[in-house]
């Protein structure tokens, strides 16, 4: 199978991320317990045992906790950060004292969230640092002037962002001197507007779409890795959430059982499968604390490499509830 744009690069090969999101306790921001670190420890483990290399975090997930949870086992197996690919995100800030919800791209905002990512993890540098969500505020020289000065201090190597449209994306670009290497966007069978896009072009139903136009064409044409977080969409389609599903959730769940009892494989290795297919060589996020359905995800890059094109139209004709127009 062609190799992803980030393994092109030498940065990683690693086909599916590990995302940290899930681990660190709640969303409150509470001290961390005994059994977060226990959680985070098999997560982390079944995760390397599958063949994954690359883990994502978010300064703002679990509010730090994630980071410094994980940073603790990489204080327990100091071997373990030479062997994986460190990847975290900045530029969403929380509600506080004075200000609201907001989106911060100064170069202030930046260089701080970098240090704290790098003091919560217990490390020197981090290999990939995300740009989180858009600030309308953004200003790429300023931008360009802190990814500047956290790489030559050593403390970041590679710069993506994540939720941007491709006009963005060139936007940014114009004043970097490094290339953009990551866009992570949310994509699975329960997100499809990203093909929809494609499809529906000239097409009345098209103009419904969302998913801004040309995302996938320009991260292909320019070398930039697309990651998938939510890919397994909260379990819609591997049979942990059916009940109150929609009945076109629950027949691409009975779809995807199918495929998966034929190729004696799990539901999680399909639905990732089915997306690791695509040409664009997507990289999928899975942001599950279970050990358990981690591994479960094994068999993901054999499915991407055997599914037929037969297999792939059937998961998406049955997940948009209507034939192909």
């Known amino acids: 199978m062609k190799m992803m744009p980030l393994e092109t690069r030498g940065i990683s090969n690693s086909r599916i991320v590990f995302g940290c999101m899930g681990l660190g306790g709640d969303w409150a921001g509470n001290p961390l317990t005994k059994e977060d670190y226990i959680t985070a420890e098999k997560?982390?483990?079944?995760?390397?045992?599958?063949?994954?290399?690359?883990?994502?975090?978010?300064?703002?997930?679990?509010?730090g906790n994630s980071e410094t949870v994980f940073g603790q086992i990489l204080k327990n197996r100091p071997d373990l950060r030479d062997r994986i690919i460190l990847q975290s995100k900045c530029g969403i800030r929380f509600p506080d004292e004075v200000n609201p919800h907001r989106f911060d791209f100064s170069k202030e905002h930046i260089i701080s969230s970098v240090d704290g990512i790098l003091g919560r993890l217990g490390v020197e540098h981090i290999d990939v640092l995300l740009l989180h969500r858009p600030d309308p505020l953004m200003e790429p020289e300023e931008i360009a002037e802190a990814f500047n000065q956290v790489r030559s201090a050593g403390k970041v190597r590679h710069f993506g962002v994540s939720n941007m449209s491709a006009a963005q994306m060139r936007f940014i670009q114009n004043s970097l001197p490094e290339p953009l290497v990551v866009n992570q966007l949310e994509m699975s069978l329960a997100r499809i507007d990203w093909i929809e896009q494609g499809i529906l072009v000239n097409q009345k139903a098209g103009t419904s779409m969302n998913f801004a136009d040309g995302i996938l064409e320009h991260c292909q044409m320019a070398?930039?890795?697309?990651?998938?977080?939510?890919?397994?969409?909260?379990?819609?389609?591997?049979?942990?959430v059916i009940d109150d599903e929609p009945d076109t959730?629950?027949?691409?769940?009975?779809?995807?059982?199918k495929l998966a009892a034929e190729k004696e494989t799990t539901p999680e290795a399909i639905v990732l499968g089915w997306l690791m297919k695509h040409?664009?060589?997507?990289?999928?996020?899975?942001?599950?604390?279970?050990?358990?359905?981690?591994?479960?995800c094994r068999d993901a890059v054999r499915i991407a490499e055997t599914m037929t094109r037969g297999e792939w139209y059937a998961l998406l004709e049955s997940s948009r509830g209507a034939k192909m127009p």
């Open 223 to 240: 070398g930039i890795q697309i990651q998938a977080w939510a890919p397994l969409a909260k379990g819609k389609f591997s049979g942990r």
């Open 43 to 63: 997560a982390v483990e079944a995760a390397l045992s599958i063949g994954i290399t690359m883990f994502d975090h978010a300064d703002i997930y679990k509010r």
């Open 279 to 296: 040409p664009a060589r997507i990289q999928p996020v899975i942001g599950t604390s279970s050990a358990e359905r981690v591994v479960a």
């Open 249 to 257: 959730i629950k027949q691409t769940a009975a779809l995807v059982q």
